[in-house]
């Protein structure tokens, strides 16, 4: 097949239609829902330091001792719901037993 450049505004092909100029809208107040605010972070740091960690947490981070990762994981996941979420706790708890052997 022989590729060649359809004229613009044509009504056939991949860039078929009436030809526009693409506009540049201001970004929406939807768009930053759910990221995470510098309050807030600095509150559930705060909460947490005082709280210390949950009952599995503190399993997930004995399992991080011995090397079970994908142990780990899978107790995270069933706790929390999805692989996106269990994936980001046991990133955390990784980051928790890092910082307790360094002090």
């Known amino acids: 097949y022989k590729s060649f450049n359809m004229p613009i505004g ?3 092909g991949i860039e078929k239609g009436h030809a526009v100029t693409k506009r540049t809208l201001k970004a929406r107040p939807s768009t930053r829902k759910g990221v995470l605010g510098k309050r807030v972070k600095m509150i559930r740091e705060l909460i947490s330091e005082v709280t210390g960690l949950a009952p599995f947490e503190k399993r997930l981070v004995e399992l991080l001792k011995v090397g079970k990762d994908k142990r780990a994981l899978k107790v995270a996941k069933k706790k929390l719901g999805t692989h996106k979420r269990g994936k980001a706790k046991r990133e955390e708890m990784q980051n928790v037993l ?6």
């Open 98 to 103: 890092r910082k307790s052997r360094k002090a």
């Open 10 to 12: 044509c009504p056939v």
